[in-house]
């Protein structure tokens, strides 16, 4: 029998511990992907909000929405193969040490959204006491929201996993009733349809965009696929992204969609424009609901999880310290100010923190799929092993280089962000680990210091 696996701990989870069904799976990424980021994204970029029609917009998130899917099916296939998460997957790329530039690279955003998360769910609750009773306190609301947060996911991933399985369902429904009634007593703006647009530079802006809502998420597609059940060899973890990742996005984009062309005046807040567009403050409310249980739902999976398992592994937190350190660090982010930014803004946010994501993506998928497609994960839990494998003190200076020069070349073009760190990252660290650069420098630097110590 098998060593017990703390699910909500680093080590490796068994093929005979996963808690995850399929169904349960595709259930947890639709909850935490039917949220307001991925509704904004879309209602930003239709016009008259944004600068495309209806049929480029939907063109650009169907584009977004598979090329995410696919990066969770190959970027989280070691996680359903060996248990690992995100956090030992680095090691093999970067080096003992050197995990710590990813692992902060991706904890970042992540702390982020989920300061944002929180503030949508607190602007949510303050419309609809506004509404329906007169009277809100927005500050309150936040702080409430963020104990909702740390109450559901206390109990780690088996609590995660049954609220965001009951959460899908609820939101599905009731964002199915609100298209019906919106697009019946509205309809979708003639202007939007006849809008001329453009497929250029901004329509691929709002592309890299709608990818960056959930590049974050790729990158730690290992923290949920090992707890995915191994069966159907790797059919499961292809369903369980294929059917989870991308139908749910596609599905948040229609209602941005749907709600940006309804929209009559511009407006800088979405959670406001919910209400604006509903057709009484009754189904206001319901859809503010719909916020809520949103919110919550990703800020479970695709916020908490992967920030907490980072400080689990660089500070040697327990699951419930990381939770508090990681809720209070998100505060200080300063959320309010965040998601008051017109749609140029919001993008420009999501592009920029992308820039380094995109170059760590392409170096963790060329150490993967090129250097180590046997899947042979279990000695990166022996750093001083790890260490020893052509490392300098910790570091890969390889997966720095190639993650310096990808998110320089991503500067230059930052509307494209990660579109182009993450071929030129790839690319680059193939290039210098073909060329062992590592061994190299090491030889070098002994080489030096012995010169060195020889002449004293």
């Given at each position: 029998m098998?060593?017990?696996?703390?699910?909500?701990?680093?080590?490796?989870?068994?093929?005979?511990?996963?808690?995850?069904?399929?169904?349960?799976?595709?259930?947890?990424?639709?909850?935490?992907?039917?949220?307001?980021?991925?509704?904004?994204?879309?209602?930003?970029?239709?016009?008259?909000?944004?600068?495309?029609?209806v049929v480029q917009a939907a063109v650009a998130m169907t584009i977004g929405a598979m090329v995410s899917a696919v990066l969770f099916v190959i970027n989280g296939l070691g996680g359903y193969r060996e248990g690992i998460p995100f956090v030992t997957q680095v090691r093999a790329a970067f080096g003992p040490r050197g995990a710590m530039i990813p692992k902060f690279v991706c904890a970042v955003p992540a702390i982020i959204w989920l300061g944002i998360g929180n503030w949508i769910g607190a602007l949510a609750i303050q419309s609809i006491t506004m509404t329906l009773f007169g009277f809100g306190n927005v500050q309150l609301y936040?702080?409430?929201?963020?104990?909702l947060n740390l109450a559901l996911a206390w109990g780690g991933i088996t609590s995660i996993k049954w609220?965001?399985?009951?959460?899908?369902?609820?939101?599905?429904?009731?964002?199915?009733?609100?298209?019906?009634?919106?697009?019946?007593?509205?309809?979708?703006?003639?202007?939007?349809?006849?809008?001329?647009?453009?497929?250029?530079?901004?329509?691929?802006?709002?592309?890299?965009?709608?990818?960056?809502?959930?590049?974050?998420?790729?990158l730690n597609a290992n923290d949920l696929s090992r707890h995915l059940e191994q069966r159907r060899g790797s059919w499961n973890h292809i369903l369980g992204h294929v059917l989870g990742v991308a139908p749910a996005m596609l599905y948040m984009a229609l209602v941005g969609i749907v709600f940006g062309t309804a929209i009559t005046t511009e407006t800088g807040n979405p959670v406001f424009a919910i209400m604006d567009v509903a057709p009484n403050p009754t189904?206001?409310?319901?859809?503010?609901?719909?916020?809520?249980?949103?919110?919550?739902?990703?800020?479970?999976?695709?916020?908490?999880?992967?920030?907490?398992?980072?400080?689990?592994?660089?500070?040697?937190m327990t699951w419930e310290k990381g939770l508090i350190f990681t809720s209070v660090l998100s505060v200080v982010t300063f959320p309010w100010v965040l998601f008051s930014s017109q749609?140029?803004?919001?993008?420009?946010?999501?592009?920029?923190?992308?820039?380094?994501?995109?170059?760590?993506f392409g170096v963790l998928l060329a150490e993967y799929w090129v250097f180590r497609s046997d899947g042979s994960n279990?000695?990166?839990?022996?750093?001083?092993?790890?260490?020893?494998?052509?490392?300098?003190?910790?570091?890969?200076?390889?997966?720095?280089?190639?993650?310096?020069?990808g998110s320089v070349a991503s500067l230059a073009v930052l509307d494209l962000?990660?579109?182009?760190?993450?071929?030129?990252?790839?690319?680059?660290?193939?290039?210098?680990?073909?060329?062992?650069?590592d061994s190299r420098t090491m030889a070098y630097l002994s080489d030096t210091e012995s010169q060195s110590t020889a002449a004293d």
């Open positions: 098998s060593h017990e696996a703390n699910p909500e701990g680093l080590e490796p989870i068994p093929s005979d511990q996963r808690s995850m069904s399929l169904f349960h799976y595709i259930l947890v990424w639709w909850a935490s992907f039917i949220i307001v980021q991925g509704f904004s994204t879309a209602f930003f970029a239709v016009y008259p909000q944004g600068p495309l029609n936040f702080v409430l929201f963020i104990f609220f965001d399985s009951a959460a899908a369902v609820i939101i599905i429904v009731l964002l199915a009733y609100t298209i019906f009634r919106v697009t019946t007593e509205q309809g979708i703006s003639t202007a939007s349809v006849e809008h001329e647009g453009t497929w250029g530079l901004p329509f691929l802006t709002i592309v890299a965009a709608h990818v960056g809502t959930a590049i974050t998420a790729a189904l206001g409310a319901a859809l503010l609901v719909f916020v809520l249980a949103a919110q919550t739902s990703s800020n479970l999976t695709l916020n908490m999880l992967p920030a907490v398992h980072v400080f689990q592994d660089t500070l040697d749609g140029s803004i919001y993008f420009l946010v999501i592009n920029v923190y992308s820039v380094p994501l995109g170059a760590v279990t000695a990166l839990y022996d750093t001083e092993r790890t260490s020893e494998q052509g490392f300098m003190k910790g570091f890969s200076v390889t997966a720095v280089l190639s993650v310096l020069i962000s990660w579109m182009v760190g993450f071929p030129i990252g790839f690319g680059t660290y193939v290039c210098l680990r073909k060329l062992n650069v």
